[in-house]
């Protein structure tokens, strides 16, 4: 019996194949559809850029050149694959090192929004009556509004900071 066979057996022999053999069948069934294996690479090329920043990009992020010689110079210059900014700083130096911020976002926005969600839907649904009506309709006016625009009005009334943009976005 080959490994295959025994993750797809119908009748596990035991609670660990079981559970092994449907996370082989999502798998199976994630590995069918294109877009979803599209996504996949797109996220693990994202984290590998992230992993490697310090070694992809050829510059500091943050310091730039000579503001007289390398500064707007366009993309495919020599030694700057993007070109340069007002500042002379590296464009793909700075894309490189900004995937690490947009990783942290999204892991952050993603730990603070399930527990609130969560907590939302529980009370709901424990509750019921009255209680469940007030969180549903709360929950229908924040998804009447675009998201980015709910999301920029909390900033604006949070203040600016990374911090208050995740926060506004998680809860949204």
């Known amino acids: 019996m080959t490994r295959r066979d ?14 092994l053999g449907q996370a082989f069948r999502t798998w199976l069934a994630f590995r069918s559809n294109w877009l979803a294996m ?11 850029v992230a992993l490697g920043a310090n070694l992809i990009a050829p510059h500091d992020p943050l310091l730039g ?31 490189v090192h900004g995937s690490r911020l947009t990783l942290m976002v ?10 609130i969600g ?12 009255w209680i469940d009506t007030v969180l549903m309709r709360l929950t229908d ?5 675009p998201r980015l625009i709910l999301a920029l009005a909390f900033v604006a009334a949070l ?3 990374i911090e208050n943009a995740i926060i506004a976005i ?3």
Do not use: M
């Open 6 to 19: 025994w993750l797809l057996s119908d009748q596990p022999a035991s609670r660990s194949q079981a559970r």
């Open 38 to 48: 599209v996504g996949l690479g797109i996220v693990v090329l994202l984290i590998l």
């Open 65 to 95: 050149g000579d503001l007289r010689t390398e500064r707007f110079l366009p993309p495919l210059t020599e030694g700057h694959l993007l070109g340069t900014d007002d500042l002379a700083r590296d464009i793909f130096s700075r894309i």
């Open 106 to 115: 999204v892991v952050l926005v993603a730990v603070i929004a399930t527990p």
């Open 118 to 129: 969560l907590l939302v839907g529980t009370t709901a649904g424990y509750f019921g009556g």
């Open 141 to 145: 006016i924040f998804l009447a509004f």
């Open 159 to 161: 203040g600016p900071g």
């Open 170 to 172: 998680a809860i949204t």
